[in-house]
């Protein structure tokens, strides 16, 4: 069959289950463009989680990694939460573990622990309150009884919040981000070169020295927002390069110019359109999260919902 019979076909499929299963599709801005076009949603970490915890769908077909989908099915323990590729994992929230969590806490006991989404369902459950990129810093103001913060995984996001709260004492994880590590003020200067007008935005989880040369420093939500409203209408998008297919269509008259066309996440890209339909076919790759850290990880990541949506 030709590719567009091929895709034709399962278009056909996935929409056909998706009404008979009452099937909630979530993506995130990362997913190829073939997917995000068949989400009944396509956001941020932020977003999607308001999404799962708000959905009346009998089950939610995830569409990103690991600790997305695991963060969905906490939320909406009676739902099936399926991911497509259970592989899709992210490899900064796998830079910690619980002991090592523990260790630190026992070094610190009169610290909060703010952990980032990107974080297992165990690292949640061993937190007082999670984040996303879009909330990190109104989180972490919202901590009114210590001090003292422990901020996991992500240094470059912790480094950028202990910038924004200079009330607090940081102890930040040393986990990072690969593919946004990778985004060099090189790259960046490079672009500009050639698109002397063009707003930088960055990613929080980059590099301090590419933060410092951002004109707004935003979640991949943020950054759709503000490619919108802002008159601007050329863009340097420091983040994984997913996110362009979406600020292309929601800006046909802007241009958007990757940073680092190499910024790709593997992980995020593990997810295709015969997945998605497997996925809705057959539901074995269900996420399941034992009730006992389910329920102390959801009371981590209801506080941060209950301080809302942005920065
Ligand atoms: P956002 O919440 O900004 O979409 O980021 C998620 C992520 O994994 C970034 O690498
Ligand atoms: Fe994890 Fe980075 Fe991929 Fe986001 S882009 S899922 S932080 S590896």
Redesign the pocket.
């Known amino acids: 069959m030709g590719e567009s019979l091929v895709n034709n076909f399962l278009l056909e499929k996935i929409h056909g289950l998706r009404i008979d299963k009452n099937i909630l599709i979530l993506a995130?801005?990362?997913m190829i463009p073939e997917v995000q076009d068949i989400a009944d949603y396509v956001g941020?970490?932020?977003e999607l989680s308001f999404q799962a915890a708000d959905t009346s769908a009998d089950i939610i077909i995830f569409c990103g990694?690991h600790f997305m989908a695991e963060t969905a099915a906490i939320l909406s323990p009676t739902k099936k939460v399926i991911i497509p590729d259970v592989n899709a994992g992210?490899p900064m929230a796998d830079m910690i573990t619980v002991p090592a969590l523990q260790m630190l806490k026992s070094e610190h006991p009169n610290a909060k622990v703010v952990c980032y989404?990107?974080t297992s369902a165990a690292i949640k459950a061993e937190s007082d309150i999670c984040c996303?990129?879009?909330n990190a810093v109104r989180v972490v103001e919202s901590i009114k009884d210590t001090d003292e913060i422990i901020f996991v995984p992500d240094k470059f996001l912790g480094n950028y919040v202990s910038t924004k709260v200079k009330d607090k004492k940081f102890f930040l994880w040393q986990g990072f981000?690969p593919?946004?590590a990778s985004i060099l003020p090189e790259h960046i200067l490079r672009v500009k070169y050639m698109h002397h007008d063009a707003k930088i935005i960055v990613?929080p989880?980059c590099r301090p020295e590419t933060i410092a040369l951002a004109d707004a420093v935003l979640?991949?939500?943020g950054m759709l927002k503000y490619a919108k409203e802002t008159p601007a209408r050329e863009f340097i998008v420091c983040?994984?390069t997913g996110i362009i297919h979406r600020l292309k269509k929601e800006n046909p008259r802007k241009e958007f110019y990757p940073a680092y066309h190499d910024a790709i996440?593997p992980n995020m890209k593990r997810i295709n359109l015969e997945k998605v339909l497997w996925a809705m076919e057959d539901k074995d790759s269900q996420i399941l999260v034992p009730e006992d850290v389910a329920s102390r990880a959801r009371t981590a990541i209801e506080r941060m919902l209950a301080i809302g949506r942005e920065d």
């Open positions: 995130h801005n990362y941020d970490s932020l990694v992210c989404v990107n996303t990129s879009a981000c593919v946004h990613h989880e979640s991949t939500g983040t994984e996440c």
